[in-house]
T-cell receptor
Framework: ETGVTQSPTHLIKTRGQQVTLRCSSQSGHNTVSWYQQALGQGPQFIFQYYREEENGRGNFPPRFSGLQFPNYSSELNVNALELDDSALYLC??????????????FGSGTRLTVV | QKEVEQNSGPLSVPEGAIASLNCTYSDRGSQSFFWYRQYSGKSPELIMSIYSNGDKEDGRFTAQLNKASQYVSLLIRDSQPSDSATYLCADPANNAGNMLTFGGGTRLMVKP
C-alpha cells in the first residue's frame, strides 16, 4: 500500500468553481509534485514543491496553484474550473538529497469531474 | 520542451513470451529514464530506472537505454497475465529525477 494518500478520491464540481485537492506524503519526503492525467493519456507535470517552495512548473496556467506544508502534506488548488480540467490528479513525493536519483511514490489520485 | 513518445498499443503477447516496450525521446541531453506500470484505475508505480547507456536487469525486467538513437526500451521476460497494464516511460527534467515528462503509455495485454 502506497505511503502517499490523497483526498478526496472522487469529486464533482461545476464549471467556474474552485477546488482544493489534498495529499499527505511519506514522512521525510521533502519533494512533492502534482500531475494531471486525462483519460487514456500519460500524466502531465503541473508543478513541484521542495521544502515548501515551488521549484518547477509545467505548462499550466496560474489558476493552478499549490502549497506544501512542514508536515509533509500539500494541496493543489484550481480556480475557475473548466470542463477540460476533468482528469485524475496525482500527487507524487520523494526524498531529494540533491545527489541520488530516486523515483517518486505516487498517491492513488483524485478523480475530478467538472460539469 | 521535452517530448516522450510511446506506441499506445495494445501490445498483445502470450503468457511466457517476452514483451518489448519502446519509447523515444526528444532531448539529446537526457541522462536517465524511469519506467512506471499503471494498472487500470490505479496510480503509477515505479518498476525501473536507468541512468546510463546499455542494459539494466532486475528480475524479469530489463531496461535498455540507447542515447545515440534516443530510445529506451523495457523487456519483460516470461510475461504473466498479472503484467497486463499500461507501461509509462518518463524523462526527468534533471539528474535528481524530478519533474517527469511522461509518454502516453503502452497498454500491454498478456493472454493466458
Amino acid at each position: 500500500e502506497t505511503g502517499v494518500t490523497q483526498s478526496p478520491t472522487h469529486l464533482i464540481k461545476t464549471r467556474g468553481q474552485q477546488v482544493t485537492l489534498r495529499c499527505s506524503s511519506q514522512s521525510g519526503h521533502n519533494t512533492v509534485s502534482w500531475y494531471q492525467q486525462a483519460l487514456g493519456q500519460g500524466p502531465q507535470f503541473i508543478f513541484q514543491y521542495y521544502r515548501e517552495e515551488e521549484n518547477g512548473r509545467g505548462n499550466f496556467p496560474p489558476r493552478f496553484s499549490g502549497l506544501q506544508f512542514p508536515n509533509y502534506s500539500s494541496e493543489l488548488n484550481v480556480n475557475a474550473l473548466e470542463l477540460d480540467d476533468s482528469a485524475l490528479y496525482l500527487c507524487a513525493s520523494k526524498f531529494d538529497s540533491g545527489g541520488a536519483n530516486y523515483g517518486y511514490t505516487f498517491g492513488s489520485g483524485t478523480r475530478l469531474t467538472v460539469v | 520542451q521535452k517530448e516522450v513518445e510511446q506506441n499506445s498499443g495494445p501490445l498483445s503477447v502470450p503468457e511466457g513470451a517476452i514483451a518489448s516496450l519502446n519509447c523515444t525521446y526528444s532531448d539529446r541531453g537526457s541522462q536517465s529514464f524511469f519506467w512506471y506500470r499503471q494498472y487500470s484505475g490505479k496510480s503509477p508505480e515505479l518498476i525501473m530506472s536507468i541512468y546510463s547507456n546499455g542494459d539494466k536487469e532486475d528480475g524479469r525486467f530489463t531496461a535498455q537505454l540507447n542515447k545515440a538513437s534516443q530510445y529506451v526500451s523495457l523487456l519483460i521476460r516470461d510475461s504473466q497475465p498479472s503484467d497486463s497494464a499500461t507501461y509509462l516511460c518518463a524523462d526527468p527534467a534533471n539528474n535528481a529525477g524530478n519533474m517527469l515528462t511522461f509518454g502516453g503509455g503502452t497498454r500491454l495485454m498478456v493472454k493466458p
